[in-house]
């Protein structure tokens, strides 16, 4: 599908040079005398890497049609991390470099997004927020509640965020799985 530089949109994936980008930011800028242009910072779905990029206004630019489909993650075998068909069972492993640092907040019997494009699995998407368990954090202290200091907890996934200092070991936190950062704290 082919559009224009005005057609970028963060999240989009588009082809350039025959590599997928994924867009991360997108600022349109128009310098004096000169002619508009938008400077563009996309991530390489292959192999990850950052490239940013000035496109003139106006510019044909080629957008990947993606297909979504929902998947729950089953299991981790070294650097595959396996995940099912919710409608067909059938089993696809998927490399851990795909999962752009979503393995973070990845627990098994999840259910996410694996993201296709010409039946190859490009990317995989997480829910925007996800809850899970703090396994390790310093003790809460009474009268902890009212501060807007933060301290390091481990959560069930491995990852570690940054928490309020009233939660203790074992609460539930909700989790931003586009920033990485808490969000509430969750009762059961």
Known sequence: MIGTTSDL??????????ELYEVLEVEHRTP?????FYQV?????????????????GTPIEFARLEHRPHQFLYRDGT??????TETYEQIPVEERLLGGAERFLVEGQTVNLVFHEGQ??????????????VQTEPAVRGNTVTTAMKPAVLETGATIQVPLFVDEGDIVRVDTRTGEYVERVKE
Request: avoid cysteine.
């Open 9 to 18: 949109r963060v999240g989009a994936i588009v082809r350039y040079e025959g």
């Open 32 to 36: 004096g005398n000169k002619p508009g």
């Open 41 to 57: 910072k996309m991530r390489n779905l292959s192999n990850g890497r950052l490239l940013e990029n000035k496109f003139l206004s």
């Open 80 to 85: 595959l991390y396996v995940f099912m068909d």
């Open 121 to 134: 699995v490009v990317m995989v998407e997480l829910p925007p927020h996800v809850n899970l368990r703090v």
